[in-house]
């Protein structure tokens, strides 16, 4: 079976701190895809990052970074420094060689000033 | 700024009322999807085009009728709803490639009452 798991309902953090959202994800298939998508209040769902089963690469992009690691099935997400505008809920998928998108329960993630 | 548009952004229906919402891209995608998502929850498939034809139903109540007039747009038929299919319904749209990059809309805001 395919899932994937956020097992942080809600995180709160201070403005500049660093915060990790966790994803773990469950397949038995060896080509598979894995995303990040913030959806702020406004409700529209923001990709973020697109990651393949054959790259462990970790990646950065500015503030965000991205740490894959197959080994334990996880797929976790870090925010430097963080601000008020990255107050959002937070998804974690999972894609196979199909058009569904298997989405985790989302994170929300609350930064104050 | 999403590239996926949909229109109205908020939609207030009774019971008996029949209205469409509608989706709109320009990246040359050859896949659309209609997603609808609860308040907590995360997103939920609804049907899925490619090249214009349906080629996913996830079970969805007759009462939500897609159509897809052309590549580029998405309308979502609703008729005779009831209360619990207020939700935010996304739209989204991707390249026709295993794995690719789904990419949504703001989405619009239904109220049935």
């Known amino acids: 079976a395919q899932k994937v798991t956020q097992a942080q309902t809600e995180i709160s953090v201070v403005e500049k701190e660093d915060v990790t959202l966790d994803c773990v994800y469950e397949t038995r298939d060896t080509t598979y895809y894995l995303f990040w998508y913030k959806q702020p209040p406004s409700g529209e769902l923001v990709f973020l990052i697109r990651?393949?089963?054959?790259?462990?690469q970790n990646e950065i992009s500015g503030r965000y970074s991205w740490n894959f690691q197959k080994s334990t099935s996880s797929f976790n997400f870090t925010i430097t420094a963080s601000q008020v505008v990255d107050s959002a809920v937070y998804f974690c998928a999972l894609r196979l060689h199909t058009d569904k998108l298997i989405f985790g329960t989302g994170t929300r993630l609350q930064v104050f000033p | 700024d999403t590239e996926v548009t949909q229109t109205p952004k908020h939609l207030v229906m009774g019971m008996t009322n029949k209205k469409s919402l509608k989706c709109e891209q320009h990246?040359?995608?050859?896949?659309m999807y209609w997603y609808k998502q609860k308040a907590k929850k995360p997103p939920e498939l609804m049907f899925v085009y490619s090249y214009e034809k349906l080629s996913i139903n996830e079970s969805v109540p007759s009462r939500f009728s897609p159509e897809c007039p052309n590549s580029s747009l998405l309308n979502l038929h609703l008729h005779a709803l009831q209360p619990e299919d207020s939700a935010l319904y996304l739209c989204?749209?991707?390249?026709?490639?295993?794995?690719?990059?789904?990419?949504f809309g703001e989405g619009s805001w239904l109220t049935v009452v």
């Open positions: 990651r393949n089963s054959f790259d462990e």
């Open positions: 990246m040359g995608h050859r896949a």
């Open positions: 989204a749209s991707s390249q026709v490639i295993t794995g690719n990059t789904i990419y």
